[in-house]
């Protein structure tokens, strides 16, 4: 089965500091997303991407937050200046398609950022 | 808005003996319902999913979860289950008009299959 890939697998900063997560989507996929899960916490949405632009953001993709596709394989979410609460384990996802009921959304195994 | 609410944080069951996983849900709009697995360091795995149709949906390794409307539930059944059915069990809601991919998860229960 294909995969979605995230790099690193764990990832610890220092507060204040910039990070960027990593993500190689399934490669005809077309709708690329990124979740976090605090820990003891709901996995949460944060921000859906298509066709190079945001789809659709929730409230905790704040101004700190961008995406970013940019080549024909990666999608990274940089968070601009890291808080101690950013600390979570943070999912990529990918589908080829919205509306067929064949579709799935497939997701990574999560990078683990830890705010220090 | 739309929520999930999965009661059970933990369910400790013995091998081959039957399972229910909760999983309740609001919403003023339809829905569309999912079960995720999350087995330990992995990312998560979709089980099944109900879009419309039949209410009774059968998924991977042998899982079926039945949607009922009336009772807003949508809950996760296996009837036998093994010890590497031990994971995080996730219930998940979007809307239909939307992307399947905007979630709506619950907080999760994680099953702990015992021999």
């Known amino acids: 089965e294909p995969e979605v890939t995230q790099t690193p697998s764990h990832q610890v900063t220092q507060m204040g500091q910039e990070v960027i997560l990593r993500c190689v989507p399934i490669?005809?996929?077309?709708?690329f997303y990124w979740y976090r899960q605090i820990l003891g916490q709901k996995v949460e949405f944060l921000v859906s991407?298509?066709?190079?632009?945001?789809?659709?953001k929730s409230e905790i993709f704040d101004d700190q937050f961008s995406v970013e596709r940019p080549d024909g394989s990666n999608f990274t979410l940089k968070i601009r200046s890291t808080k101690l609460e950013d600390s979570a384990m943070y999912f990529c996802?990918?589908?080829?398609?919205?509306?067929?009921?064949?579709?799935?959304?497939?997701f990574g195994s999560g990078t683990q950022l830890s705010v220090l | 808005a739309q929520s999930v609410t999965q009661l059970d944080s933990q369910v400790p069951v013995f091998e081959e003996a039957p399972v229910e996983l909760r999983c309740n849900y609001s919403s003023s709009v339809s829905v569309y319902l999912f079960w995720y697995v999350q087995y330990p360091n992995q990312g998560l795995q979709l089980l099944l999913k109900y879009l419309s149709g039949s209410t009774l949906v059968k998924g991977i390794n042998g899982f079926e979860a039945e949607f009922n409307k009336s009772q807003t539930s949508f809950h996760l059944r296996k009837p036998s289950v093994h010890i590497s059915d031990t994971a995080e069990y996730f219930c998940?809601?979007?809307?239909?008009?939307?992307?399947?991919?905007?979630?709506?998860f619950g907080k999760g229960t994680k099953l702990s299959v015992k021999p």
């Open positions: 996802a990918s589908i080829g398609r919205i509306g067929q009921s064949n579709e799935k959304l497939f």
């Open positions: 991407f298509y066709n190079n632009e945001i789809s659709e």
């Open positions: 490669s005809n996929h077309l709708y």
């Open positions: 998940a809601v979007s809307d239909p008009w939307g992307s399947q991919g905007n979630l709506i």
